[in-house]
């Protein structure tokens, strides 16, 4: 489908984000032998054979057994292994959910829960394997990070970062593959949104697959009216960089948010909450998936229907400009 | 400790727990008196762990899965010091940590459970990762009759013997009741040992008010080289108040002041035969 391509070309084009989670897991297991992964039967979409062949010794296979494979998950992790958990975002964070809140946050073992094929994803497969819930119900559980990153720069920054933290963590990936966002910006840390386009008349919220129709939106908009508008890869939604928010809501000017993920309880509901309570007078939208049976098709289809795209937030944008 | 100072030390577990959910007007009283004798023998005769040494990585892990017991556990990780037993003075308080379920606040508790089927999961997870590290302490659990429906427990079974995790020992306390009826009118799990031992347990039955035969089995193992070790401890719901065996209204009652005398009175009786 043309609508799943990238078709900009002034952007270096890299991998999928879960590709590059699961070579980055290799690169650190060669050196650091406690670094566990557990698998229910995810490694093939995970991407992670080739480390299951290389590192018998330091991956758990569990079956499609996603509440064992959470607890077993917080039990390797209370033994002291660095335990990367993996399974399709969709069946993690929902099946799971009551290990996630009780087996790694409530009682602190800091595993770390990897959402491969995350979002809409899996396209025509259908509600069941999309994850449009997972920040709504994880920003709802008290000790767990929740991190979506928008390039293979973000995406290997973070598995590093995340190997070496000693807190709760999920991680969200989709299987597009995705462009470099920006040269410029090679600054990563958890909670501290990435700038991947400056400007100042119009701020793009983001994250994950979500930034390069973002980034695209931008690009058109200075094409077209001469609009700079900023673009940000909030890939932390909790903790939400608070700072950047502040800085936004000084500025005033309009801001717009783009998530793939249910309107409810979402990326823009966070940055809203935030903003709204401190006295923020910005014109406000957000773009994500609206509350209701989800159309069917490719996750590119879905995508342009809800206007997560290009255009789509480029409408959205010149509605709230005006 | 003699044989006999661990029976008066049940029946002092007894009273104990019996005195904290009577002053916090809550607890899991019968549930707590059928898997105390359990808790005894763990921490008296079992158990490689040290109150001012929890988190030695050596240690063996205790993680109790019927976390609604916890008034029983409390009482004995009091008893052996882990911390001092007039904490339990706040049991259920504003802002204790001696709350209705263990939480890793309190010094000798493994992981924050009260959700049911979640304590075995975590123990397979601990005991794969003793025998990556080739450690040789043991992994032990707590289940509750009533939470063998929970389908987590059924997934970890089979990943218990899938891993050969003989380092893993499963203890069953099979009280026969839960908060609406008997576990058969309930949901039946009979033919429990065929189901075990079919997903591939080595499975063991004792009484579990009998303390040598909770040491012995407790203290044994592995039952059989490569396997997971499950041990069914037959006990009673409200063992040792004599009008709260058995009574369903005892899951969690808590006694009236006469009641309360009363307990502890048969208590008195019990000790002054051992």
Known sequence: MELDKIIETDLKMGSANQEVFADTLESLAVIDKSIIVVTSDSRGSGKLVPFGQKFPEQIVEVGIAEQNLVGVAAGLASAGKKTFAISPACFLTARALEQIKNDVAYSDNPVKLVGISAGVSYGALGTTHHSLHDFAVLRAINNIIIVVPADNFETEQAVLLAAKLDQPIYLRFGKKLMPFLSEENQEFEFGKGRIVREGNDLTIIANGETVYPAWQAAKALEEKHDVAAKVVSMHTIKPLDTALLDELAAEGKPIITVEEHMVNGGLGEACASYLFQKGARNRFHIIGIPDEYTVTGSQGEIFKHYGISRDGILAKAEALLK | ?274
């Open chain 2, 1 to 274: 400790m003699t044989d006999k100072d661990l029976k008066l030390k049940s029946v002092f577990l007894r009273k104990n727990l019996l005195k904290y959910i009577y002053k916090a007007k809550a607890g899991h009283t019968g549930g707590s008196l059928s898997c105390v004798d359990i808790l005894n023998v763990l921490y008296n005769r079992v158990l490689n762990v040290k109150p001012n040494d929890f988190k030695n990585p050596d240690r063996d892990r205790y993680i109790q899965s019927k976390g609604h017991c916890v008034e029983a556990l409390f009482v004995t990780l009091a008893d052996r010091g882990f911390f001092p037993e007039s904490d339990l003075e706040t049991l259920c308080q504003y802002r204790s940590h001696y709350i209705g379920h263990p939480t890793k606040k309190v010094n000798g508790v493994e992981q924050n459970t009260g959700a049911l089927g979640h304590g075995l999961p975590i123990c397979v997870g601990e005991a794969i990762a003793a025998k990556l590290d080739k450690k040789t302490h043991r992994i032990f659990t707590l289940l509750g009759d009533g939470e063998l429906p929970e389908g987590s427990n059924w997934e970890a079974f089979l990943s218990a013997s899938h891993y050969k995790l003989d380092n893993l020992y499963a203890i069953l306390d099979n009280n026969k009741q839960q908060i609406t009826g008997s576990n058969q009118e309930v949901m039946n799990t009979d033919s429990l040992r065929d189901k075990l031992e079919a997903f591939g347990w080595s499975v063991r039955e004792v009484d579990g008010h009998n303390l040598a035969e909770l040491e012995e089995a407790l203290n044994t193992g592995p039952f059989e080289v490569g396997k997971p070790n499950f041990i069914i401890a037959h006990t009673i719901k409200g063992k040792g108040i004599s009008y709260m065996e058995r009574v369903l209204k005892w899951h969690h009652g808590v006694p009236s002041p006469e009641q309360y005398d009363l307990a502890l009175s048969e208590l008195d009786a019990a000790e002054a035969l051992i």
